[in-house]
């Protein structure tokens, strides 16, 4: 059974850059055909994907967040993160980690961690 959990500052402040972790257990990052996934959810918004990362180490992004996030992968700890920078309060969510298939069909989802920012 695949497990995914995420870690995160909890409180940011505007225009800082922050770092939310997936750790991995059950299963590895670098599994043929696994892509690993940002995705956040705002108060009063649907889901929205921030990226994700392929078991082959090569990070993708939506082209609107593209400037301001990047996604990297610690094998040995078999972790991915997430990193955006300049962070308004419209950055504030619950933001999950999920694993799926090259189609984007998602079989594992973390149980998320809140981000708040706030000065």
């Known amino acids: 059974q695949v497990q995914l959990q995420e870690s995160g500052p909890g409180l940011v402040k505007p225009s800082q850059t922050f770092s939310v972790t997936c750790t991995v257990s059950?299963?590895?990052?670098?599994?043929?055909?696994?892509?690993w996934n940002w995705i956040r959810q705002s108060p009063g918004k649907g889901l929205e994907w921030m990226g994700g990362?392929?078991?082959?180490?090569?990070?993708y992004y939506p082209p609107l967040l593209k400037s301001r996030t990047s996604i990297s992968w610690d094998t040995s700890k078999n972790q991915f993160t997430l990193h955006l920078t300049s962070v308004t309060p419209e950055d504030a969510a619950v933001y999950y980690c999920?694993?799926?298939?090259?189609?984007?069909?998602?079989?594992?989802w973390g149980q998320g961690t809140q981000v708040t920012v706030s000065s």
């Open positions: 999920a694993r799926s298939d090259s189609s984007f069909k998602i079989d594992y």
């Open positions: 059950g299963g590895s990052i670098t599994t043929n055909y696994v892509y």
């Open positions: 990362i392929g078991y082959r180490g090569i990070p």
